[in-house]
């Protein structure tokens, strides 16, 4: 099974990567520098999560200790919108230490005025200007741009920007049994168990029909959702604090779950979501 996605600009992306959003202060440093030592080659952060600093002290002592070369990494960050584009790339670069981003993604659209236009906007009510971002990969700081949370309507409007040079090659999203969004191509999911540490809503972790395929494979539910987007060839980014359960998440490319298993899992949409993301539009 491949364990990477070839994007259109013949960037290699591994399917599964390990999320860095909401870590305690110190945590996040370590769980880094362990799943690194475990495999983990692909690492999703952003501006908004506050700890790039910490990420990017795990990636030189690993560096440094020559557990892992620069190269081997795919790194990750999110443009937080309500900030001017080279200057939140050239902090993010500072905290992570590095001399270029492998993808750098549009976080969200934040505060869209009312009407019929889908242009994003910052807080400000200032259209975010992709140019900017062209240009960081212009000039090297960034090899590929993307969005997140963005929904078809959205990406059609942007695609259809006139002078668009690069295209964006990833969005973004969540994603999981209950919210599969089929319809959405160059899919990066996010919240793929359902994020089970949330109240109030149904839980994938407990569903029966998950875990009756979990102990049919002898592997744990949270292996089986992780291993469901993999094999739909979907780039998943599990988060977990506990390394115990990173080295898990990590046990998910020694199994095949059958035609019958893809179609239970499948089944179970319901186009629920965890987040109010992308405003509401079905997909």
Same mark, same amino acid.
């Given at each position: 099974?491949?364990?990477?996605?070839?994007?259109? $600009? *013949? +960037?290699?992306?591994? =399917?599964?990567?390990? /999320?860095?959003? @909401?870590?305690?202060?110190?945590?996040?440093?370590?769980?880094?520098?362990?799943?690194?030592?475990?495999?983990?080659?692909?690492?999703?952060?952003?501006?908004?999560?506050?700890?790039?600093?910490?990420?990017?002290?795990?990636?030189?002592?690993?560096?440094?200790?020559?557990?892992?070369?620069?190269?081997?990494?795919?790194?990750?960050?999110?443009?937080?919108?309500?900030?001017?584009?080279?200057?939140?790339?050239?902090?993010?670069?500072?905290?992570?230490?590095?001399?270029?981003?492998?993808?750098?993604?549009?976080?969200?659209?934040?505060?869209?005025?009312?009407?019929?236009?889908?242009?994003?906007?910052?807080?400000?009510?200032?259209?975010?200007? $992709? *140019? +900017?971002?062209?240009? =960081?990969?212009?000039? /090297?700081?960034? @090899?590929?741009?993307?969005?997140?949370?963005?929904?078809?309507?959205?990406?059609?409007?942007?695609?259809?920007?006139?002078?668009?040079?690069?295209?964006?090659?990833?969005?973004?999203?969540?994603?999981?049994?209950?919210?599969?969004?089929?319809?959405?191509?160059?899919?990066?999911?996010?919240?793929?168990?359902?994020?089970?540490?949330?109240?109030?809503?149904?839980?994938?972790?407990?569903?029966?029909?998950?875990?009756?395929?979990?102990?049919?494979?002898?592997?744990?539910?949270?292996?089986?959702?992780?291993?469901?987007?993999?094999?739909?060839?979907?780039?998943?980014?599990?988060?977990?604090?506990?390394?115990?359960?990173?080295?898990?998440?990590?046990?998910?490319?020694?199994?095949? =779950?059958?035609?019958?298993?893809?179609?239970?899992?499948?089944?179970?949409?319901?186009?629920?979501?965890?987040?109010?993301?992308?405003?509401?539009?079905?997909?």
């Amino acid at each position: 099974m491949a364990t990477f996605v070839e994007l259109s $600009t *013949k +960037a290699k992306v591994p =399917l599964l990567g390990l /999320g860095t959003w @909401k870590f305690g202060f110190g945590e996040v440093r370590d769980t880094v520098k362990g799943a690194t030592d475990i495999g983990y080659r692909h690492l999703d952060c952003a501006y908004a999560y506050e700890n790039e600093h910490e990420v990017g002290e795990a990636i030189q002592e690993k560096n440094q200790e020559k557990a892992v070369k620069r190269e081997e990494l795919f790194i990750v960050s999110k443009l937080w919108p309500a900030f001017m584009e080279k200057e939140s790339c050239q902090k993010t670069l500072k905290d992570l230490r590095l001399d270029s981003l492998d993808l750098y993604l549009i976080h969200f659209i934040q505060a869209l005025q009312p009407g019929e236009d889908f242009t994003p906007k910052d807080n400000k009510g200032n259209t975010i200007n $992709t *140019k +900017a971002l062209e240009e =960081l990969v212009d000039e /090297g700081l960034v @090899k590929n741009i993307g969005i997140s949370n963005f929904n078809h309507f959205q990406i059609e409007r942007l695609l259809n920007k006139p002078g668009l040079k690069y295209k964006p090659v990833i969005n973004q999203i969540e994603c999981h049994p209950y919210l599969t969004q089929e319809k959405l191509i160059h899919v990066m999911a996010y919240s793929p168990l359902g994020c089970p540490n949330r109240s109030g809503g149904p839980s994938l972790l407990e569903d029966p029909k998950s875990n009756e395929i979990a102990a049919k494979h002898k592997k744990s539910t949270a292996q089986v959702l992780i291993h469901f987007q993999i094999q739909r060839h979907v780039i998943v980014i599990p988060k977990s604090v506990t390394l115990a359960h990173i080295t898990e998440n990590f046990q998910v490319f020694d199994f095949k =779950l059958s035609n019958e298993d893809m179609v239970t899992l499948l089944s179970l949409n319901r186009n629920w979501r965890l987040e109010e993301y992308p405003f509401y539009a079905e997909y």
